[in-house]
């Protein structure tokens, strides 16, 4: 009997209210207002199995000691601030030396858990397990609670989520200040693992600090991150740490100011439409296979990218004004890359202002803007490698226009790989030796336009060189600059013959020295360009011993010829098929997807129409059968003989036509 009166009196003291003061132990459940606040925590509180907790807008919470609230399995917590009233979490001594409180914790909770218009600070995890040392403020272990419009900050873990650590959980934060909170190893603002998923979405993530992930750190394939500012943070902005294919992505953010890479990503994960800028290390670092899209990219203290090993696209990203080792906007190392579509300017590095590509596997340089960048070897681009049976798959560079570069080697390329150089536009790039294009190795090279450079159009030193269907005209030095001991062959050429230097200048047929007469300042042929039909569509090199091939689309993937091949980049167009491209019907379109592929690629075009594949030397690959793409698109699975490469896919419909590239990564 005596026991059973003290238990009643415990009851009694821990619920009772004292002039608007609440007293709380152990467990708690009901509904908390405004009239009973603050309510103290004398002890480590939970909301028991299948028991709900109600927090009304206005309340304080204030822990007395280093004590949790523990929402257990399948219980529900809602602490239901508003934009006037929020609820507070908060130790009562916020010192130097308080110990704090030790956060929200869900075991297995319900799903109707929520958090929202709350202020949760000075939470602190620290012990020997890891409910105990992970998740300042939050800790959520297989629950999905949906945290909204809520302001963490001065929260601290000894090991993971300074201020929150999701384990197999489904991440729902929403429009919350994180900030100001620590971790000793990774994730100083929020920790995902173990198969977690779902949304961080736009939240301001900002001076929070880590030795691995300052702000976000995933290690997980499904967390989404859109629409953030992550700024300020030390280490990384995002690190991502998984392995496999994933379904989650990064869009919309702003990963700023952040004192080591902005993202740094050692697993899948794509990369869209985020500005990316101002960080210590750099702006993006992939390991894995990654994908990274429309993004702006500027003023990194490191790479704009940096790749190392497995496949990654990198395609219609503004890359600017970052400054590198080696690779100033990109750095490629070990990797199959596509680099598509970008502007790549204003970027500084030792070699590779623009791109640096290191004994890489595949790579595919293509429509491409590399502008005004700097470096000591390859202003513009900058190919090297190391001889083995493995690696060093010759690289594509096609369709760029590479300008205003400048370097002490190679203004505008720089390269002693192999590399196929065809249908760019290289000019205005300065350079003691090679303004326009610096080679050591054995380059194919067909239809550039290589004009008005400063310094020597094309410097070439060792192995022997082949060049057809180039415009070699204007540069201030030598056009040809041949050191020796290097044989270099010419084809189909306008070049100076006069103004050029070397021990062997072999010079094939169809050489003309003559002004290619452009019509405009972005290098197309006017009507009585000398360069018109002087081309051929593929010449043997008896000094490379191979034959080198004219693409069958030039710079502005116009199909090639309009009548016999030209010599340049671009190829002329005479009014009435100049006509015939305006007045093309918009149905006539080709969606070609995934793009780059490396299996199989989705095409679809409109109905009736007639669909080829051809390689870039002109061939048919593949022909649609008739009525495969009239009702549903039509997959493309290369032939096992069929190389990795560029390839056009082809639709006509009567007199009109249409051509898209793709890209093959086998």
């Known amino acids: 009997m005596r026991n059973a009166i003290i238990l009643v009196l415990a009851v009694v003291i821990s619920t009772g209210c004292f002039g608007g003061t609440t007293h709380v132990y152990w467990d708690v459940s009901g509904v908390w207002d405004s009239t009973g606040s603050p309510y103290m925590v004398h002890d480590t509180i939970r909301v028991p199995t299948d028991d709900t907790l109600v927090i009304m807008p206005g309340v304080d919470v204030v822990f007395l000691g280093h004590y949790r609230l523990a929402v257990d399995s399948g219980a529900v917590l809602k602490a239901l601030g508003s934009v006037t009233d929020t609820i507070r979490f908060l130790p009562s001594d916020t010192g130097e030396w308080s110990p704090g409180w030790h956060g929200i914790r869900f075991y297995h909770a319900s799903d109707a858990c929520s958090l929202s218009y709350c202020e949760l600070a000075y939470g602190y995890a620290y012990g020997l397990c890891e409910d105990d040392s992970c998740g300042g403020a939050v800790w959520s272990y297989y629950s999905n609670p ?94 991502v740490e998984s392995a496999g294919p994933t379904e989650a992505y990064c ?12 993202i740094h990503a050692n697993g899948t994960y794509p990369i869209f439409n985020n500005e990316i800028s101002n960080n210590g290390d750099g702006g993006i670092y992939s390991y894995y296979n990654g994908d990274i899209r429309g993004n702006i990219i500027s003023n ?40 598509l579509n970008n ?45 083995s049976t493995e690696w060093d798959i010759d690289p594509v560079i096609i369709c760029n226009t ?39 190795g054995k380059p194919c090279i067909s239809n550039n336009t290589i004009v008005y450079n400063n310094g020597d159009g094309c410097y070439f030193s060792g192995y022997y060189k082949g060049m057809l269907n180039t415009i070699v005209y204007g540069n201030t030095g030598y056009e040809i600059y041949a050191d020796s001991p290097c044989s270099v062959g010419f084809a189909y050429c306008d070049i100076d013959t006069e103004d050029v230097f070397g021990s062997v200048i072999l010079w094939g047929p169809g050489i003309i020295n003559a002004d290619p007469l452009f019509e405009d300042t972005l290098f197309h042929l006017s009507e009585s360009s000398p360069c018109i039909s002087a081309g051929v569509q593929m010449y043997y090199f008896p000094t490379i011993s191979e034959e080198i091939w004219a693409d069958i689309f030039d710079f502005e993937g116009d199909f090639r010829p309009v009548r016999i091949w030209d010599i340049g980049a671009d190829e002329y167009d005479t009014s009435s098929y100049i006509a015939e491209v305006i007045h093309r019907p918009s149905k006539l379109d080709i969606i070609a997807y995934p793009n780059p592929f490396n299996s199989a690629v989705t095409i679809s075009a409109p109905k009736g ?58």
């Open 300 to 339: 990194n203290n490191g790479a704009g990218i940096y790749f190392q090993s497995h496949s990654d696209t990198v395609e219609g990203n503004y890359i600017s004004g970052n400054l590198g080792e080696d690779g100033g906007g990109i750095h490629i190392e070990f990797a199959s890359s596509t680099i």
């Open 251 to 262: 869009s919309g953010n702003r990963i700023c100011y952040n004192n080591s890479y902005g």
């Open 609 to 666: 129409a007639e669909i080829e594949v051809f390689d870039i030397k002109g061939r048919i690959v593949y022909e649609m059968p008739v009525g495969a793409y009239r009702d549903t698109p039509a997959i493309w699975t290369p032939d096992k003989s069929l190389g990795s490469g560029v390839y056009l896919v082809h639709a006509k419909i009567g007199n009109e036509s249409v051509t898209k590239r793709i890209v093959y990564l086998k």
């Open 343 to 387: 502007i790549i300017q204003s970027n500084i590095a030792n070699d590779g202002g623009g791109i640096y590509s290191y004994r890489n596997h595949e790579m595919f340089i293509i429509d491409n803007y590399i502008m005004n960048n700097e470096a000591n070897q390859g202003g513009g681009v900058y190919l090297t490698h190391i001889f």
């Open 146 to 239: 949906t945290i909204e419009y809520c302001s963490i900050h001065d929260c601290w873990a000894n090991k993971y989520g300074g201020a929150m650590y999701f384990y197999n959980s489904i991440l729902d934060v929403h429009c919350c200040d994180i900030e100001e909170n620590s971790a000793d190893y990774d994730g100083g603002g929020i920790y995902a693992t173990h198969s977690s998923s779902g949304f961080i979405d736009s939240c301001l993530i900002n001076d929070n600090n880590s030795p691995r992930g300052g702000g976000v750190k995933l290690r997980t394939n499904y967390v989404n991150i859109f629409n953030c500012d992550i700024m300020y943070n030390s280490s990384y902005g995002i690190l």
């Open 402 to 440: 590479i300008k205003n570069n400048s370097a002490s080697q190679g203004g505008g390329i720089w390269s002693s790989n192999e590399p196929r150089i065809s249908n760019n536009m290289i000019s205005h790039n300065t350079a003691t030796s090679g303004a326009g294009i610096y080679m050591t």
